[in-house]
């Protein structure tokens, strides 16, 4: 039988990426059917002839031809029947789940898709690097893992990436609609994301599911738990400057006490009260600095725990990329500056106090 094909006028303008040799679905159900009763699996088969691929319309004269299909192969159940002339011949054999395609040569037949791997599928390779995968109904989609990383946004723990073009030419070769996208990353800059959020959320976006990663951040950092978490450790800050300050005035008054007798025998030996002053602020300063070295390693070690805490009351018990710490050094160096400009002050006025006589004071009045 002959026939000629025409494409409806909804499809005219686009591009032919394969002829696929299918059944009908009642002639599937009726195989289904007949191959439940009997047992066994029947398969339709048969033979077609395809003359060239001609075009007609856009002011041409007379048909173009588009494709004699010497340079098309075939996949699935089809295989290359006898051809006549400009005739491409084909075999197909049908039993309800598969189907025959014809289509072009694709730039990745027999080329492996590079690929950046997980470190467990790339285990997998061997020495040659390929891997052979099973990707939205291909079979046989082979892979060449070119490196290998740790995560990748929103994939789980195993995953390949691959450039999409070269994926998507991968996976329509042998099954035409397989490699459609069906998620798309924006990068907005932060002036534009406003007017893009507007336009997603109208036509012909309104029906797409939208994710922001400055929503999910806004909503994971208001997290009740994590904020009042992170309030308390603030505070808590704010408190161990104060207690520092207090700390440092306290030790120095208790060392003023328990060394006058030697301030006594300084002042006999012609050292004035400036003098022990100044000696009186070194010792802070030098309290001031090992204190700050410490509260920096302390701080170190507490923010490994802190940075649980904090994953856990956001909600998230393992989190994806981990959780790392971020300071605000500037403000860091605000909180260290304040406490030994605060400390050191209250040290000089202390010892401005306590040396404002020529000879320093005893214990019980004397003089």
């Not at 290998?148 to 329509?172: C, K, Q, W, Y």
């Not at 006999?268 to 000696?279: I, K, N, Y």
Request: net charge negative; charged share 15%; hydrophobic share 50%.
């Amino acid at each position: 039988t002959t026939l000629a094909a025409h494409l409806p006028a909804a499809d005219r303008g686009g591009r032919v990426v394969g002829l696929v040799v299918t059944l009908r679905f009642a002639d599937s159900q009726a195989l289904a059917h007949q191959g439940i009763e009997g047992g066994l699996t029947i398969v339709a088969r048969g033979r077609l002839g395809l003359g060239p691929l001609l075009a007609t319309g856009g002011g041409t004269p007379a048909p173009a031809r588009v494709t004699d299909w010497s340079t098309w192969v075939t996949r699935g159940t089809a295989r290359p029947g006898v051809a006549g002339g400009a005739t491409a011949g084909l075999r197909y054999a049908l039993d309800g789940s598969t189907n025959g395609l014809l289509r072009p040569v694709q730039p990745t037949d027999g080329q492996p898709v590079p690929v950046v791997a997980s470190s467990d599928l790339a285990a997998l390779a061997g020495r040659d690097r390929v891997l052979d995968m099973t990707v939205e109904g291909v079979e046989a989609l082979t892979v060449r893992v070119v490196a290998v990383a740790h995560r990748f946004p929103t994939a789980g723990g195993s995953f390949v990436i691959a450039d999409e073009g070269d994926l998507a030419t991968a996976l329509n070769s042998d099954d035409p609609g397989a490699g459609t996208p069906t998620e798309m990353w924006l990068d907005v800059p932060p002036a534009e994301r406003d007017r893009v959020a507007a336009a997603l959320g109208q036509r012909p976006f309104a029906a797409l599911q939208v994710a922001s990663q400055d929503a999910i951040e806004h909503r994971l950092a208001a997290e009740p738990l994590a904020r009042g978490l992170l309030d308390v450790l603030a505070l808590s800050a704010l408190l161990a400057l104060v207690l520092g300050v207090a700390g440092l005035v306290v030790v120095c008054a208790a060392d003023l006490g328990d060394e006058r007798d030697h301030l006594v025998d300084l002042e006999a030996m012609g050292v004035g009260p400036a003098a022990l002053r100044h000696h009186l602020l070194l010792r802070a300063a030098v309290l001031v600095a090992v204190g700050i070295g410490g509260g920096l390693v302390l701080g170190a070690v507490l923010e490994r725990l802190v940075i649980d805490l904090v994953s856990l009351g956001a909600g998230a018990g393992t989190a994806s990329p981990p959780l790392r710490g971020a300071q605000s050094w500037a403000l860091v160096a605000a909180g260290l500056a304040g406490f030994a400009l605060a400390g050191l002050g209250l040290v000089w006025a202390f010892a401005r106090t306590a040396f404002r006589a020529p000879v320093p004071g005893r214990i019980g009045g004397g003089g």
